[in-house]
């Protein structure tokens, strides 16, 4: 396995980096290498919070439309691009986990306003998808559909780091002036997040990567070594961003396939990638953070896992309101019952009864109604 290091002719061989370490990212200190990846529909504020009080060096939001903030569209500026305060704060473990915002499209003019915009909004580092499957944003011309075109994405990324830099000086500008902004010292890093490729074999994903970084200026790039068109099925070809690591004079941030903490490490070593970012593997699972880090070895109790739920459920009502958050938390609720330990009969049954919740109050009862090794009491016998 390599090590992420190169050898030396002469002196020691210098220490490989730990999953632990900090390191920049562009103007930024990171605090540690494993990080949240953008989680398209679900990385909202509270969902980045979650993974920062469990470790998480950096969180990335949920993909952001370049076109909805253009034209202002209320939600996507009401709830979207909110960044909560205490996502600003230092977590349990001590530190501060910077929040960037992922945006997507494919209008570099569009773009450049969008960056600017995420930054008067408070985001730390701007992310452009241009790995997204899904064929309603590869058909206008995002997402993964950019690796087929790679002047206009490296236009987009371009146009992204020119708004954000504007964004970032006219906060300067204030702070001079006796405004209150703070932060405005330094860049904002733009990076991408791409695939390997559109299919299976093809590797544009690799060749791009090079050009947004020598023609773009990108900071940094998170690469997912699988097709588009695989989605998230098959191996990934970790051999393939081995080779990124070598050759690109920036950071790669590895994704895909993460799913325990035994594959993390084993991936990071491989690649000698600069981080890794947890993607599918933390739905509904913020203890891999720790288990990463070497915070914990185990997975979580039952009783964690109702009082990690409980949390999810005010935090989502915070951002939604209750009647909202009921209806939206129904894709949650799987991904908890499932670390609950419980036999099919009886994940079954509590899965089923947290779907019918009308309101989130009676979903609560049904927490509180789950014997100590969390089964429904009425079904324990």
């Not at 910077?98 to 730390?124: D, K, N, S, Y």
Request: aromatic share 4%; charged share 20%; with cysteine.
């Amino acid at each position: 396995m390599r090590c992420g290091c190169k050898p030396r002719h002469n002196g020691p061989v210098a220490r490989a980096p730990q999953l632990t370490d900090p390191w920049r990212l562009g103007p930024l200190e990171i605090p540690n290498r494993v990080l949240l990846a953008p989680l398209a529909g679900i990385g909202n504020w509270f969902v980045r919070l979650q993974a920062k009080r469990y470790g998480a060096g950096m969180a990335v939001s949920e993909m952001v439309s370049s076109h909805a903030i253009h034209y202002r569209n209320e939600r996507t500026l009401r709830e979207l691009l909110r960044i909560h305060p205490d996502e600003r704060r230092a977590g349990p473990h001590g530190y501060r986990a910077p929040t960037a915002i992922q945006l997507f499209g494919q209008e570099p003019e569009i773009m450049r306003l969008a960056a600017a915009c995420a930054v008067a909004a408070g985001a730390e580092a701007i992310d452009i998808n241009m790995g997204c499957p899904v064929p309603k944003v590869c058909r206008t011309g995002s997402g993964a559909a950019l690796l087929g075109d790679p002047a206009r994405a490296v236009a987009v990324a371009r146009a992204a780091r020119e708004g954000a830099a504007e964004a970032r000086a006219g906060e300067a500008g204030g702070s001079a002036a006796g405004g209150t902004s703070g932060g405005a010292a330094g860049g904002v890093p733009i990076t991408v997040k791409l695939r390997s490729g559109q299919r299976p074999g093809d590797t544009s994903g690799f060749e791009l990567a090079q050009r947004l970084v020598h023609d773009a200026g990108v900071a940094a790039i998170g690469f997912h070594p699988r097709s588009a068109a695989v989605h998230h099925k098959g191996t990934p070809d970790y051999a393939l961003a081995a080779r990124l690591v070598e050759v690109l004079p920036a950071p790669v941030i590895l994704t895909g396939g993460l799913h325990d903490a035994e594959a993390v490490r084993a991936a990071f070593a491989q690649t000698g990638a600069a981080a890794v970012m947890l993607a599918r593997g933390a739905l509904g699972n913020p203890w891999l953070f720790e288990q990463v880090l070497g915070a914990r070895e185990d997975g979580p109790t039952p009783a964690e896992v109702r009082a990690e739920l409980r949390w999810v459920m005010d935090r989502a009502a915070e951002h939604l309101g209750p009647e909202r958050a009921a209806r939206y938390l129904r894709k949650f609720y799987p991904w908890y019952v499932a670390r609950l330990g419980l036999d099919r009969t009886h994940a079954t049954a509590l899965q089923q009864s947290l779907h019918a919740a009308p309101d989130l109050a009676r979903a609560r009862r049904l927490l509180e109604e789950l014997d100590p090794a969390g089964r429904p009491v009425a079904l324990a016998a």
